[in-house]
């Protein structure tokens, strides 16, 4: 494995995507009882994760310029061609920022939360990685890869933390965004896997690659079922009027930013 990187610059984007996952995992050598500092500490941690990605943003973003920047690429499994590649460009930055901003409200939001809170704002920050993650991804599978991080927080969240009916309402959830994600996993390898002579998940070789019709309108049905149930889109909603209705208020915030 090898690390390149097509900027000059210090790997920011991978900072921010792996920071709070792994500032959130330093939670369980807390104090058991040490409620108030995990709060502050995660409300810390999301607050400096903001000022590092709009630092990186206003001094290493060249907005005049129209290509993707701050490319990283961490050669993993070379035989499909899956790196841990990221990069972004003007369209990101808005989601990227906001996400920081109201994932900071969330955590706010959280500071009633009691039990199990090494635990609890855990989650929150793993959620945080996953969502600055999906919107940075340049490789398919790695793109998967974050669209999926939330969904075990998510369902701890609301099955451990929710309402009378948390049960069945992260039961559903579960069920529906699994099986969302079953389709996008098959648009995703069909789309590495058919569109050259040599298996790729890079997104811009992907993106210039041809195929048959008949596999663009699989690949496109798949796609839109993922992405239908996450939206989501009548009649794949179902699931979202149980869970806002039964999540704690902080994990609605977390869904609505990303929903």
Same mark, same amino acid.
């Given at each position: 494995?090898?690390?390149?990187?097509?900027?000059?610059?210090?790997?920011?984007?991978?900072?921010?995507?792996?920071?709070?996952?792994?500032?959130?995992?330093?939670? =369980?050598?807390?104090?058991?009882?040490?409620?108030?500092?995990?709060? /502050?500490?995660?409300?810390? @941690?999301? !607050?400096?994760? *903001? $000022?590092?990605?709009?630092?990186?943003?206003?001094?290493?973003?060249?907005?005049?310029?129209?290509?993707?920047?701050?490319?990283?690429?961490?050669?993993?499994?070379?035989?499909?061609?899956?790196?841990?590649?990221?990069?972004?460009?003007?369209?990101?930055?808005?989601?990227?920022?906001?996400?920081?901003?109201?994932?900071?409200?969330?955590?706010?939001?959280?500071?009633?939360?009691?039990?199990?809170?090494?635990?609890?704002?855990?989650?929150?920050?793993?959620?945080?990685?996953?969502?600055?993650?999906? =919107?940075?991804?340049?490789?398919?599978?790695?793109?998967?890869?974050? /669209?999926?991080?939330?969904? @075990?927080? !998510?369902?701890? *969240? $609301?099955?451990?933390?929710?309402?009378?009916?948390?049960?069945?309402?992260?039961?559903?959830?579960?069920?529906?965004?699994?099986?969302?994600?079953?389709?996008?996993?098959?648009?995703?390898?069909?789309?590495?896997?058919?569109?050259?002579?040599?298996?790729?998940?890079?997104?811009?070789?992907?993106?210039?690659?041809?195929?048959?019709?008949?596999?663009?309108?699989?690949?496109?049905?798949?796609?839109?079922?993922?992405?239908?149930?996450?939206?989501?889109?009548?009649?794949?909603?179902?699931?979202?009027?149980?869970?806002?209705?039964?999540?704690?208020?902080?994990?609605?915030?977390?869904?609505?930013?990303?929903?």
């Amino acid at each position: 494995m090898y690390l390149v990187f097509t900027t000059n610059y210090f790997p920011w984007l991978t900072t921010v995507v792996v920071f709070p996952i792994f500032a959130g995992l330093l939670l =369980f050598f807390f104090p058991h009882r040490g409620n108030k500092v995990m709060r /502050w500490y995660t409300i810390c @941690i999301c !607050v400096l994760e *903001l $000022l590092l990605t709009t630092y990186a943003f206003c001094y290493h973003f060249e907005l005049d310029d129209p290509l993707i920047q701050l490319m990283e690429d961490y050669k993993w499994i070379p035989f499909l061609d899956f790196d841990w590649r990221l990069g972004i460009d003007g369209l990101s930055i808005g989601p990227i920022l906001l996400t920081g901003f109201i994932t900071t409200l969330a955590t706010l939001a959280a500071w009633p939360v009691t039990r199990d809170s090494r635990l609890f704002h855990f989650l929150m920050l793993a959620m945080y990685s996953g969502q600055i993650g999906s =919107f940075s991804a340049r490789d398919l599978l790695l793109f998967f890869i974050m /669209w999926e991080l939330e969904l @075990i927080p !998510v369902y701890l *969240l $609301l099955s451990m933390w929710g309402g009378k009916k948390r049960l069945y309402s992260a039961t559903k959830f579960i069920l529906y965004t699994a099986g969302g994600s079953i389709f996008l996993l098959m648009g995703v390898l069909g789309i590495g896997l058919y569109g050259s002579n040599e298996p790729t998940l890079n997104f811009e070789t992907s993106a210039n690659q041809s195929y048959p019709i008949a596999l663009e309108i699989l690949f496109y049905i798949g796609f839109l079922i993922a992405f239908a149930v996450k939206s989501p889109i009548i009649p794949l909603h179902t699931w979202l009027p149980d869970t806002h209705g039964e999540a704690h208020y902080s994990t609605c915030m977390l869904l609505l930013e990303y929903y």
